[in-house]
């Protein structure tokens, strides 16, 4: 299923250097989680074992998280669930079994508690998979460690109901992603980390339409539909079809310094995988090829924590490190331009078009401020010329008159004055009528 290197780390290089550093956030005093960058690009949340953080993503600042109260425990993972600006708002959940919903208020950068529910026993929620989602409702989906899945609609402004509750026994989810048809016909995919299996469950019953073994431990999965990602104990990064659990390629990755997960996701719209690891790198990958493109390694400790976010402008990187009881960073590298992301191609035309359209209105202009420019000082040049023979003539130097405006003036006024009609006006007349 392809090779891992076994090279040292050093020996990858930086090959094509077209991402650039742009933030680097420092506050958490813990391993960091789980991160999310809202739909606008405007606040990151983080979590990890000293709670959740919000960061302010256009000044790289922190800013107020709401209390967590009672239940003061880890963060395991983080979500953004309503998309539109107006209510912006994060669901994210616990080592302890809370899931927790909050509402920016009223764009002040402030959150506020708006829900708050134990599920099953209250063992760990390993995951939240986010669906279909409107301005006043969302599709979601969480799993817990003891192997119950269940599926919600959140409805502003604070209403959780319940669509199934399923429990897998001998599992540990480790994944969830909504794929195929929209709204209330999406399908989810559910993958169990100790025996490597995928599970496609019906989105409205959780009934299990099929299911495949991939083989080994997952430590980490993210799905792009058509297609997912998983971290292989055994086989570093792999890549499969989400329909059928068909094995198409492995990305190679370092060789592990120790059994230890590591979070693997889609950038650049799928065009890319994007991985961490235990050894401080960072690596981007092509998705058709699995040719390495780029790699960071801004620590030497772990990095397990990553996660992308992509607009039409920009494309974006976020790592966290996960070293237990000491201070974690987090790193936000960012790419510009249109190629930023790959979408379809046919915005790739249309794109190329309009900047294609730009071209030529701006070869248009030039042209136009070229020719009225000679038209320009080819007047005042011919006026000197007419004011040097002492000859009579209005002040054109505003309207930037033509040669035959010129001598059509010249003629009116001063035939009568010489003997010989000025040759040079009466020929600019006979060339411009």
Request: aromatic letters at 10%; one cysteine or more.
């Amino acid at each position: 299923m392809g090779v891992i290197f076994s090279a040292p780390v050093n020996s990858f290089k930086r090959l094509t250097g077209r991402y650039v550093l742009t933030s680097r956030l420092s506050g958490h005093t813990d391993a960091i989680t789980c991160v999310s960058l809202s739909k606008d690009g405007s606040i990151l949340a983080s979590g990890g074992y000293d709670g959740l953080r919000l960061w302010d993503m256009k000044l790289s600042r922190e800013i107020s998280a709401p209390p967590q109260r009672m239940y003061n425990d880890a963060i395991s993972a983080v979500a953004w669930v309503i998309p539109d600006d107006a209510y912006l708002t994060l669901c994210y959940a616990t080592s302890l079994g809370m899931l927790i919903f909050c509402r920016e208020a009223a764009g002040q950068q402030r959150f506020e508690e708006i829900l708050a529910k134990r599920l099953g026993s209250g063992t760990a929620i390993t995951c939240i998979a986010i669906g279909t989602s409107d301005r006043a409702a969302t599709r979601l989906a969480t799993a817990s460690r003891d192997g119950l899945v269940q599926a919600w609609v959140f409805t502003l402004p604070n209403k959780l109901e319940n669509t199934f509750s399923l429990n897998f026994n001998n599992t540990i989810p480790i994944g969830l992603a909504f794929i195929n048809n929209a709204g209330e016909n999406e399908n989810i995919l559910f993958f169990d980390l100790v025996n490597g299996n995928m599970h496609v469950l019906n989105g409205k019953t959780g009934v299990a339409s099929s299911s495949k073994q991939l083989g080994g431990l997952i430590g980490h999965v993210a799905v792009s539909s058509p297609l997912f990602v998983i971290d292989s104990v055994s086989n570093g990064f792999a890549l499969y079809e989400a329909d059928t659990g068909k094995y198409l390629r492995t990305f190679p990755t370092p060789a592990r310094a120790r059994t230890l997960p590591r979070q693997v996701t889609f950038g650049e719209d799928g065009g890319v995988v994007v991985g961490g690891s235990d050894n401080g790198v960072v690596a981007i990958y092509d998705r058709r090829t699995a040719a390495l493109l780029e790699i960071f390694k801004p620590t030497k400790g772990l990095l397990q924590t990553v996660q992308t976010h992509s607009t039409k402008e920009t494309s974006t990187i976020i790592a966290a490190s996960t070293s237990l009881k000491s201070d974690n960073t987090i790193w936000v590298w960012t790419r510009w331009g249109r190629r930023a992301n790959r979408g379809s191609w046919r915005e790739n035309i249309r794109t190329t078009l309009q900047w294609m359209a730009k071209f030529l209105v701006l070869l248009a202009a030039l042209g136009f401020l070229y020719q009225n420019t000679k038209a320009y000082t080819e007047s005042v040049m011919d006026q000197m010329m007419l004011k040097a023979r002492g000859w009579d003539y209005p002040d054109w130097s505003w309207d930037a008159p033509s040669y035959a405006q010129a001598a059509r003036y010249v003629v009116d006024h001063h035939i009568a004055n010489f003997n010989i009609p000025p040759p040079k006006a009466f020929k600019l007349m006979d060339e411009n009528e």
